[in-house]
């Protein structure tokens, strides 16, 4: 199976300010394909997860600019420019080039100082 | 609108069975792959199943499998969760998600499973 590793577990943020996730995988994501199969989510409080990046650094429709990705291989990022309140939840990565199983970063929760 | 409504959950005492189901609408059920996905409380996500857009193909994680029964009914634009065996581990709320190449782009509200004696 693929590990996915996520760094931080946790953020403490002001806002305005900004914010990194990074996301380690123990095999390539890049397909023979050409895409690389690494995905971002967000799970705010008391919802479902959300999707914001898909293969890499394609923002979902509807997804703030403030949110960028980025990466190759097996070492990943999630940026957000400046936090702001709505935010707030647990950070997802998710790889799908190998199935199965999908597997899951353990989670990066932020909180807004 | 795409819209996964999860329904069957509740209590169930270890070794027991339960029936998940997931109707599905907004969009035309039979050309998608399906997945379930599970979240233990306050853990973190842990994918479950995968069902291909016909049924031809059935994928299962090491944890569920021979235990539960991943199935779908397109005329009913329907996906179910077969759990037998329970245990206390497969306590989690259980979200169904409807594939796009690889990502999981539309997400139930999720049902929450408790197994206790």
């Known amino acids: 199976d693929i590990v996915m590793t996520q760094t931080p577990l946790s953020l403490s943020v002001t806002p305005g300010q900004p914010a990194s996730i990074s996301c380690k995988s123990s095999q390539s994501l890049l397909h023979s394909d050409g895409k690389t199969y690494l995905y971002w989510y967000l799970q705010k409080p008391g919802q479902s997860p959300q999707l914001l990046i898909y293969e890499v650094s394609n923002r979902f429709s509807g997804v703030p600019d403030r949110f960028s990705g980025s990466g190759s291989g097996t070492d990943f990022t999630l940026k957000i420019s400046r936090v702001e309140a709505e935010d707030v939840g647990v950070y997802y990565c998710?790889?799908?080039?190998?199935?199965?199983?999908?597997?899951f970063g353990q989670g990066t929760r932020l909180e807004i100082k | 609108q795409v819209h996964l409504v999860e329904s069957g959950g509740g209590v169930v005492q270890p070794g027991r069975s339960l029936r998940l189901s997931c109707a599905a609408s907004?969009?035309?059920?039979?050309?998608?792959?399906m997945h379930w996905v599970r979240q233990p409380p306050g853990k973190g996500l842990e994918w479950v199943a995968v069902?291909?857009?016909?049924?031809?193909?059935?994928y299962y994680a090491d944890s569920v499998k021979g235990r539960f029964t991943i199935s779908r009914d397109n005329s009913k634009n329907t996906l179910y969760l077969q759990m037998n065996s329970l245990r206390a581990e497969d306590t989690a709320v259980y979200y169904c998600a409807r594939d796009e190449v690889g990502k999981l782009l539309f997400w139930g509200q999720g049902m929450l499973v408790t197994v206790s004696s």
């Open positions: 907004g969009f035309t059920f039979s050309n998608y792959g």
């Open positions: 069902i291909w857009y016909d049924g031809s193909n059935k």
């Open positions: 998710m790889q799908s080039i190998q199935l199965p199983p999908i597997t």
